[in-house]
């Protein structure tokens, strides 16, 4: 009983907390905003401009953007819009299965698609260790330059249960955090070595805000 009023009155702290309509309020805005710009976009259907990010410039080497999270979400969709724009993307995930299938919609979408799949998981840093080694290997055999134009840090895991990954750190922290970190650090000499200048995106959300204190 007492538990219950407990946990009856931290839900309530938080329903009343600034963190809350903080977040609630930026969430609507956010999406009422990517609505509207979509529904603009349609009624008066503006082509997007070309990036300036895969200027021709680049021949006769094509730029590479490496995509974490791929087969699902943001990270399917940039890796496609990438796609579009001409780069190679590398595509990373968990699942063999789930890459497969993001390859192949891919495909089917844009059939001049060049992508290569590499199967990591995150939230081990021997698995990011072996993806950097697969990585270059297949850079330096094939006709693209040895360097990588984009990294694009999109996986993430929502944990609903406590989990310790291989490392042994907590699930979320491991993949979302400490994986992105490892996997950026490790990559950072092909991003270097870039003859244009290359870029890092992080995808992150604002729910973190939301922490309860246990
Ligand atoms: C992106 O993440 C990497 C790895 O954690 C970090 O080193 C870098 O500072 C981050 N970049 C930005 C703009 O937050």
Avoid at 15 to 22: C, I, M
Wanted: proline share 3%; hydrophobic share 45%.
């Amino acid at each position: 009983m007492i538990s219950l009023v407990k946990e009856l009155w931290r839900t309530l702290l938080f329903v009343f907390s600034l963190q809350f309509w903080r977040m609630g309020l930026l969430w609507t805005f956010s999406i009422a905003f990517s609505h509207y710009q979509l529904i603009k976009n349609f009624i008066f259907s503006r082509k997007p401009k070309p990036f300036y990010r895969c200027s021709p410039c680049l021949v006769p080497f094509r730029p590479v953007a490496v995509v974490t999270g791929a087969t699902s979400g943001l990270g399917f969709y940039t890796a496609y819009e990438l796609s579009k724009e001409g780069y190679v993307v590398v595509l990373v995930g968990r699942s063999q299965q789930l890459l497969l299938e993001a390859e192949r919609k891919i495909k089917v979408w844009n059939k001049n698609a060049h992508l290569k799949a590499f199967q990591v998981d995150l939230s081990s840093v021997e698995s990011i260790i072996n993806f950097r080694k697969s990585l270059q290997q297949w850079l330096s055999g094939s006709d693209l330059h040895s360097s990588i134009q984009l990294l694009i840090n999109c996986a993430g895991v929502l944990a609903t249960s406590p989990r310790t990954t291989v490392d042994g750190y907590d699930q979320m922290i491991g993949t979302n955090y400490i994986g992105a970190f490892v996997l950026t650090n490790l990559l950072l000499p092909l991003l270097e070595s870039s003859h244009v200048s290359s870029r890092i995106v992080n995808v992150t959300s604002f729910t973190h805000r939301n922490g309860m204190y246990n």
